[in-house]
């Protein structure tokens, strides 16, 4: 008695995952992002959107402030960087521009950091600040972050789900 409701505990734990990966599967079906997502890793570090089968999770809506810091703490805690975070609470969205200043500042700090110094090739960075230009160089070079085409990156566009 005790294998067999051991069997049918194991076939119900690992058909919620299948129904869970399912609903992102759906929403991801035919958005550009569905080959760039991974779904343990948003799983993981965005937990608030995979509850309820990924019921939050909608990969065109923007991201808040508050959320993405938590993300980000968890995942700089998981690489042991600073886990600091100055915008919980905050209920707006974040910019383009803005995630490089958080992501860059984390990863500023670490020295051994390589990469090859290519130049931007975005023509609407004009209006960010050099901090925040010299951060992208690093994030672009690193693949942590794209534009939004081969020639923009939209430091002001409200940043998405996915694009988090």
Do not use: C
């Given at each position: 008695?005790?294998?067999?409701?051991?069997?049918?505990l194991?076939?119900?734990i690992?058909?919620?995952?299948?129904v869970?990966?399912?609903?992102?599967?759906?929403?991801?079906?035919?958005?550009?992002?569905k080959?760039?997502?991974?779904?343990?890793?948003?799983a993981?570090?965005?937990?608030?959107?995979a509850?309820?089968?990924?019921?939050?999770?909608?990969?065109d809506?923007?991201?808040l402030?508050?959320d993405?810091?938590?993300?980000?703490?968890?995942?700089?805690?998981?690489?042991?960087?600073d886990?600091?975070t100055n915008?919980?609470?905050?209920?707006?969205?974040?910019?383009?521009?803005?995630i490089?200043?958080?992501?860059?500042?984390?990863?500023?700090?670490?020295?051994?950091?390589?990469?090859?110094?290519?130049?931007?090739?975005?023509?609407?960075?004009?209006?960010?600040?050099?901090?925040?230009?010299?951060?992208?160089?690093?994030?672009?070079n690193?693949?942590?972050?794209?534009?939004?085409?081969?020639?923009?990156?939209?430091?002001d566009?409200?940043?998405?789900?996915?694009e988090?």
């Open positions: 008695m005790k294998k067999l409701v051991s069997v049918v194991i076939i119900l690992l058909s919620t995952n299948v869970a990966f399912a609903n992102i599967d759906e929403k991801l079906a035919n958005h550009w992002s080959d760039i997502i991974e779904k343990g890793f948003l993981y570090y965005f937990p608030y959107l509850k309820e089968s990924f019921e939050k999770f909608n990969p809506e923007y991201i402030k508050k993405f810091e938590l993300s980000l703490a968890s995942l700089s805690k998981d690489y042991g960087l886990t600091s915008n919980v609470g905050i209920y707006e969205v974040l910019t383009r521009e803005e490089v200043e958080l992501i860059g500042n984390k990863l500023v700090s670490i020295d051994t950091i390589k990469y090859e110094n290519q130049e931007l090739p975005f023509q609407d960075i004009n209006t960010m600040n050099k901090n925040s230009i010299e951060l992208l160089r690093i994030l672009f690193l693949k942590i972050i794209s534009g939004v085409s081969n020639t923009s990156f939209a430091p566009k409200k940043l998405t789900q996915a988090a």
